[in-house]
């Protein structure tokens, strides 16, 4: 499964999860102009998978094993 399909569908479930490093900070319109010449493959590619599951200070045992079973609901769709 794509991280974009798995962010829609845990949407899906109330389950706010987050793309992480996306998007890159040199894509932003304001770094437009400067020039890079490596062309950031690695980062790219971490911009394009990562996938932030809920996290937070008191985000209780239960809920975190909700948001397993519904990863792995998810996984057994597709």
């Not at 040199?26 to 809920?54: F, G, H, M, N, W």
Request: some cysteine; charged content about 30%.
């Amino acid at each position: 499964m794509g991280r974009d399909w798995l962010y829609e569908k845990m949407r899906e479930y109330n389950v706010h999860a987050r793309r992480y490093f996306y998007p890159l900070v040199c894509d932003y319109a304001c770094y437009q102009s400067v020039s890079i010449k490596d062309p950031l493959t690695v980062a790219r590619k971490a911009a394009e998978s990562i996938l932030t599951l809920p996290i937070y200070y008191d985000l209780a045992l239960d809920d975190v094993q909700k948001i397993c079973d519904i990863v792995i609901e998810i996984g057994s769709e597709k």
